[in-house]
């Protein structure tokens, strides 16, 4: 449905975004996932038509957009501000595109009001913005975008504004409406959790290029780089050497694992998730250490266990009280290893296409 | 007891500020020559104004000074304030800066400088050159009064209307003006205060018989003070205490800017 060919933006010496490719399919939930200045929403602007691309082509349906103006495209935009128009009351908001194709008055009232049964503010019509608290607003924003009925919904960082729980809310909502209405969204936010919630596919940039595109399962599991393991969840990176196929060497042990292909006493980094890590008596497992600290975190303890002098991060729902000794278990599918890499922001190219060929196994 | 103290202390303000206000609009009402013996009421003074040639013809200029030069600054201090939210950093405060000079500068000052302007360049002072000073004073207060509505104004705000299909005129049109309405509204009334109550700059600036209000009743007052004076006063008092009255509640409703209302006060 929209392809992104080679698409690059400079502002000034900054590549906002560098040399970025992907592809959307159509009802496809897509999001763009990275850091603040990592060049995600300077790509969706690009998409809405708000920016003009320095080099590379955006394709909608196979045809280059990028010569037409935001008011002939396709697409709406959910900003993070919401946006609305403070001059017009609600039903003139979700209205105003409608009159701008100068459809007939009844056919406007109709899908108004159907738009607002869609987000839940039926009798809203008469009220003016500023009444409307910011969940409200937001669902305005979007009964105001849909009702076009775009074939691409771009959302920039629509939850951002939002208290917790109403995120929580407002997510499921969206990807139910996504579902039933049958639009392909294109999502951009920073927020790696919502991320994972919502997304039928994953496109992680930082420093405007993309480090690893895949499924949710994907990006958590599989991490393509250092950069993607530390800003999807926490981890624990450590440095380690491939000995020989499925035998990694770090922490002063030998570990089986599943990865082979590396040449001999390769440098590599090693990703174990913290919920991964087994605690168990000392002298049992390979690792074996003393309780740092222990906090409680509702569902499950968050623990640091010192290895000879390394920090690990341990999440269980069994408690190893502070200055106790344990051992730390774990097993060769909780070891994921990556090719090292010097400064691991900038070698996008390489896991590039290994997280591409990853989403289309 | 500190309370009464309070009220008092109050008391005594408001008398001493708006005691000769009271005076003047009591006399007007005097059925006698009489500025200090009251003898009974009348509206007669209120009536000779209006038969007064002078009066009417400086109400006139009064009138069409004000509506012109607020007109042409509303339009020239909202296309300026637009300038100005799309500045950044150290060249803006600058300009804001300048902006604001005229606001502070005596209008002794402003009223000199512009007649010895006029007077250099060989314009003949009259109808049009008091028109440009009342221009001149008049387009800061715009800018103050529109530049607030222009940095709410997101920018995400054009982005929206442009996503929803809007032209970039339709979305002049029918998002951005609207948006910012309220403070050029805000400004143009200002601009209309200022000009009815300009008496230094007005002075300086005109010739040639043109005078406004406040220069015929100085020229009045020259000649011996005559009730008329008061009634004449009083209307202006009036006219510019309702037009206040119109643009503080503009304000409070958050419709502009609210600061220069002490320096229009002064000017009263």
């Known amino acids: 449905m929209i392809q992104v060919n080679h698409l690059v933006k400079v502002f000034g010496e900054d590549r906002v975004v560098d040399d970025i490719s992907f592809h959307v399919d159509s009802r ?7 850091p603040s200045g990592c060049g995600k929403t300077t790509t969706l602007r690009m998409i809405g038509g708000f920016e003009t691309p320095t080099q590379g082509d955006i ?41 701008i194709k100068k459809t007939d008055e009844n056919e406007i009232k109709r899908r108004v009001a159907r738009m607002l049964e869609l987000v839940n ?21 979007i009964a105001r975008a849909l ?40 999502y951009v936010t920073h927020d790696q959790e919502e991320a994972l919630t919502m997304s039928n596919r994953i496109i992680v940039m930082n420093h405007g290029r993309i480090q690893q595109t895949g499924t949710p399962q994907d990006i958590y599991n599989e991490p393509a780089n250092a950069f993607v ?41 090693v990703v174990i998730r913290p919920e991964d890590i087994d605690l168990v008596a000392p002298g049992e497992g390979l690792l074996h250490g003393v309780v740092d600290s222990a906090l409680f975190k509702g569902v499950h303890y968050e623990m640091v266990v010192l290895v000879d002098g390394r920090e690990w991060l341990v999440h269980s729902t069994d408690l190893a009280p502070e200055d106790s000794e344990v051992g730390l278990r774990i097993t060769p599918d909780d070891i994921h290893i990556m090719k090292k890499s010097a400064a691991p922001v900038h070698e996008g190219a390489p896991f590039k296409e290994a997280g591409e060929a990853a989403v289309h196994a | 007891m500190s309370r009464w103290l309070q009220k008092s202390y109050l008391f005594l303000i408001f008398t001493f500020l708006y005691a000769p206000i009271a005076v003047l609009i009591v006399f ?15 509206l007669r003074w209120y009536a000779e104004l209006f038969q007064d040639d002078k009066i009417l013809s400086a109400l006139y200029y009064t009138l069409a000074i004000a509506l012109i030069s607020s007109l ?32 502070l500068n005596p209008d002794i000052v402003t009223g000199i400088a512009l007649m010895s302007l006029f007077v250099f360049t060989g314009t003949r002072l009259g109808f049009m050159t008091m028109l440009m000073a009342h221009i001149t004073f008049s387009t800061p207060y715009v800018i103050l009064s529109v530049l607030p509505k222009f940095k709410q104004l997101s920018s995400e705000m054009l982005d929206a209307a442009l996503d929803l299909g809007a032209t970039p005129w339709y979305a002049f049109r029918k998002v951005i003006l609207p948006e910012i309405m309220p403070g ?31 220069i015929e009743i100085y020229s009045m007052a020259r000649r011996g003070i005559k009730p008329e004076i008061n009634a004449l006063s009083t209307l202006m008092f009036l006219t510019v205490l309702l037009l206040l009255f119109v643009i503080n509640r503009r304000s409070e409703k958050g419709a502009g800017v609210v600061l220069p209302k002490t320096d229009t006060l002064e000017r009263m």
């Open chain 1, 147 to 186: 009702v076009n009925e775009p074939k691409v919904l771009l959302l920039d960082e629509p939850l951002g504004a939002l208290d917790l729980k109403l995120r929580k809310e407002m997510q499921l909502e969206l990807k139910y409406m996504q579902q039933d209405l049958g639009i392909t969204f294109i």
């Open chain 2, 28 to 42: 007007s009402f005097n059925d006698s020559k009489s500025t200090s013996n009251w003898s009974g009421f009348s």
């Open chain 1, 59 to 99: 394709l909608f349906e196979g045809k280059s957009i990028i010569q037409v103006p935001p008011y002939e495209r396709p697409v709406n935009t959910i900003f993070q501000r919401y946006a609305l128009f403070t001059h017009l009351n609600i039903f003139e908001n979700i209205a105003f595109g409608l009159r």
């Open chain 2, 184 to 214: 050029i509204i805000t400004g143009f009334l200002m601009a209309f205060t200022l000009s009815i109550d300009d008496f230094v700059i007005s002075f300086f600036t005109t010739g040639g018989g043109v005078s406004n209000l406040s």
């Open chain 1, 121 to 141: 503010l039926t009798g809203f019509e008469k009220r003016a913005v500023s009444s409307l608290s910011g969940g409200q607003q937001q669902r305005i924003a």
């Open chain 2, 72 to 103: 042409i600054s509303t339009v020239m201090g909202t296309f300026a304030a637009f300038g100005l939210s799309q500045m950044r950093g150290r060249f803006k405060g600058f300009v804001l800066g300048v902006n604001n000079l005229p606001i």
């Open chain 1, 229 to 269: 393991a530390d800003f999807i969840g926490e981890s624990n990176l450590i440095p380690g050497v491939m000995k020989e196929d499925y035998w990694v060497e770090f922490a002063g042990r030998t570990f089986p694992c599943l990865d082979a292909g590396f040449s001999q006493n390769e440098s590599v980094d």
């Open chain 1, 28 to 34: 496809e939930f897509m999001t763009i996932l990275g």
